[in-house]
């Protein structure tokens, strides 16, 4: 029984974790095909901050989310070694929505709404 009671936190604790983090979108791989459907979405998100050895991402980062009329979301992260981003996209119309602070470790510490003009 103790057994048991210690795997359902370790479960809820994972679970706790992966809700607060931020998502962000994957980028498109060189390996990924274009079918013709897809639109893609690109540029260079860069953010200068110390490097942390323990963290899962690295470092600190932020990011932004742009939300489609399909009610699709979208979360690009700013790299700092590698921030040149391509991510593949439902075509659409989409505007920002809101600006992501996460720790190195991907947990979100902080969402802003972006203004809307």
Same mark, same amino acid.
Do not use: W
């Given at each position: ?42 540029? $260079? =998100? &860069?953010? @200068?901050? /110390? ?25 690009? $992260? =700013? &790299?700092? @070694?590698? /921030? ?34």
């Amino acid at each position: 029984m103790h057994n048991n009671s210690i795997q359902a936190s370790l479960v809820v604790l994972a679970g706790l974790v992966l809700a607060s983090c931020a998502g962000y979108t994957t980028r498109v791989s060189t390996d990924d095909a274009p079918t013709g459907k897809e639109a893609y979405l690109y540029g $260079r =998100f &860069y953010i @200068d901050v /110390p490097k942390v050895s323990l963290g899962l991402g690295g470092h600190q980062s932020m990011g932004f989310s742009i939300k489609c009329q399909d009610d699709l979301t979208y979360v690009i $992260r =700013f &790299y700092q @070694d590698d /921030p040149l981003h391509v991510i593949k996209v439902v075509p659409s119309t989409c505007s920002l929505t809101e600006f992501v602070y996460t720790d190195a470790d991907g947990v979100v510490k902080s969402r802003k709404p972006a203004r809307k003009a």
